[in-house]
């Protein structure tokens, strides 16, 4: 077993160490790397598996599960390429083994980092008994660890609620609907933020008959509401039925079935299903550690941090989904480094949660990084709007994905670029161009000097921003 051997081999027998992370998700291994890194004496602890929720089921499973039906959607369209396919089918368990084996695979490789980057590793449940103390159950008994600085970075879970708990069979968190026990034939997905909405898309491309509820007033509700509202219609057309303003009140579980009570415009309507995935929200994993009587403050099932994820405990410090929201794996592990940073008597800058892009990897594809239009109106910006369709863009047409948009918010007084808002093809790849756009302040000004490559997507970015200044050059 790799983790095992990545311990033994490291020969780390001193149960003192200048850093102990707690978890082993981006997050938590990202620590522990940069810690090492800089010339810390570093432990890890985990109880389950290297890689945490985004390497196993997370991130990463979803993104080979939606892999696979991409591919399927696209063999479906062969005909439109000039190409020939027939008797296009799947096989369900083989998409998942394919999953599992991408998932298993980026694990082993944390296990081989820790390995590389002499990081003790300690496979077991931690508890906190004391400041700077971590006790860790194994399967062959406790090691207690201490550390002058220690790292919490034990993630989050799904969030369960009241009568809509999952029960593996009829009614699924993520972690069932990665390895599902059946194709569902007629799907309820309950709640359409990036978790729910790339499973509704996984799932409806296969051919289940899916239906999304949504409680808020339209589907991704944390993205610019043009983005989402076209979203919306490309689910529509891909015969998705989005019932948004609509809560499940209630699921009765029958043999193969279940019924949901949902209520609309005030009334309970009953639909039948054969399958149902709660995505409601996740909590994070603040039980048995011990941080009451440390005096750790809790928000909720977050623990409160300042902006250099100090916890107000001397040398205790949280991370990622633990310390609450974006609950993404990119800010999980840029907190890991800043953290390591701070720790090792670096002067880090603060994570800027507005800077932090969401990408939901569903067909078409969104991606989002700074304000949203009505978010830069209520802060009392006064505005400039650009937008491109890719129908307007030759690249866009070549793959045959004219169906998207960009839109771009700016400062109207300074040029600031506030937010980038995409939808379709590939722009959780091309919202990093706008990312790196925002980290080094830039303005419309430099945007609109800059060169880019024809024929790619990317232009469309150039094309947004020239269309907020009046320029705009294909449309
Ligand atoms: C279905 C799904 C899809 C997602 N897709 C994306 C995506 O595309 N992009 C993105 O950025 N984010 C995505 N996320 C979110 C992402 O997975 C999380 O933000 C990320 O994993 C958080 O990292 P973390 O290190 O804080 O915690 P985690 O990854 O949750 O890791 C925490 C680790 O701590 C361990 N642990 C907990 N308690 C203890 C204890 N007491 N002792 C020892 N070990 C403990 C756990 O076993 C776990 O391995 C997705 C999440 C889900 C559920």
Redesign the pocket.
């Known amino acids: 077993m790799p983790i095992l051997l990545a311990h033994a081999e490291t020969k780390m027998t001193a149960k003192t160490f200048d850093l102990i992370v707690?978890?082993?998700?981006?997050?938590?291994y990202v620590a522990a790397i940069r810690g090492a890194q800089l010339g810390l004496n570093v432990a890890i602890?985990?109880?389950?598996?290297m890689g945490?929720?985004?390497l196993n089921?997370?991130?990463i499973p979803?993104?080979a599960l939606l892999r696979s039906s991409e591919v399927f959607h696209l063999m479906q369209r062969a005909k439109e390429f000039g190409l020939s396919a027939s008797k296009i089918d799947y096989d369900l368990d083989a998409v998942v083994k394919r999953s599992r084996g991408v998932a298993n695979q980026l694990s082993g490789g944390i296990s081989h980092l820790m390995k590389k980057n002499k990081i003790a590793v300690f496979m077991g449940?931690?508890t906190l008994p004391a400041k700077g103390k971590v006790s860790v159950k194994g399967e062959k008994g406790t090691d207690e660890l201490t550390a002058k600085n220690i790292v919490l970075?034990?993630?989050?879970r799904a969030r369960e609620l009241p009568g809509l708990e999952a029960d593996g069979k009829l009614v699924w968190t993520?972690k069932h609907a990665l390895n599902p026990p059946h194709m569902p034939k007629k799907l309820l997905v309950i709640g359409s933020g990036?978790?729910g909405i790339e499973f509704a898309s996984f799932y409806n491309t296969l051919g289940a008959d899916t239906t999304v509820v949504e409680v808020m007033d339209r589907v991704l509700p944390v993205e610019d509401a043009e983005i989402s509202g076209f979203a919306k219609k490309q689910f529509v057309k891909q015969g998705m039925k989005i019932m948004e303003k609509a809560m499940v009140k209630k699921l009765d579980r029958a043999k193969g079935k279940v019924t949901a009570h949902i209520e609309v415009n005030g009334k309970v309507e009953k639909q039948e299903f054969d399958t149902v995935i709660s995505a409601v929200g996740i909590v994070g994993?603040v039980e048995n550690?011990g941080l009451e009587a440390l005096g750790v403050k809790l928000d909720r099932t977050h623990v409160t941090v300042d902006e250099y994820c100090r916890t107000g405990v001397d040398g205790l410090f949280a991370?990622?989904?633990?310390a609450g929201a974006p609950?993404?794996?990119?800010k999980?592990s840029h907190e890991g480094v800043m953290v390591a940073e701070l720790i090792a008597g670096k002067k880090p800058h603060a994570v800027r949660p507005e800077s932090i892009a969401g990408?939901t990897?569903c067909h078409p594809q969104v991606a989002s990084v700074g304000y949203t239009e009505a978010k830069a109106k209520e802060l009392g910006y006064e505005i400039k709007v650009g937008r491109f369709p890719f129908i307007g863009n030759g690249k866009a047409i070549a793959l045959g994905e004219p169906e998207g948009m960009v839109k771009t918010v700016f400062d109207a007084k300074t040029g600031e670029l506030l937010g980038a808002h995409m939808v379709g093809a590939e722009v959780t790849e091309l919202i990093q161009g706008y990312v790196v756009g925002r980290q080094l302040e830039t303005t419309e000004e430099d945007l609109m000097q800059t060169v880019f490559p024809h024929p790619t997507l990317s232009e469309m970015m150039h094309e947004s921003v020239l269309d907020a200044y009046g320029q705009v050059i294909h449309m």
Do not use: M, S
């Open positions: 707690v978890g082993a998700g981006p997050g938590g602890v985990e109880r389950e598996h945490g929720i985004c089921w997370g991130c979803t993104k449940e931690a970075a034990t993630g989050a993520y990036a978790i994993n550690l991370i990622g989904d633990i609950w993404l794996a990119h999980a990408c990897y």
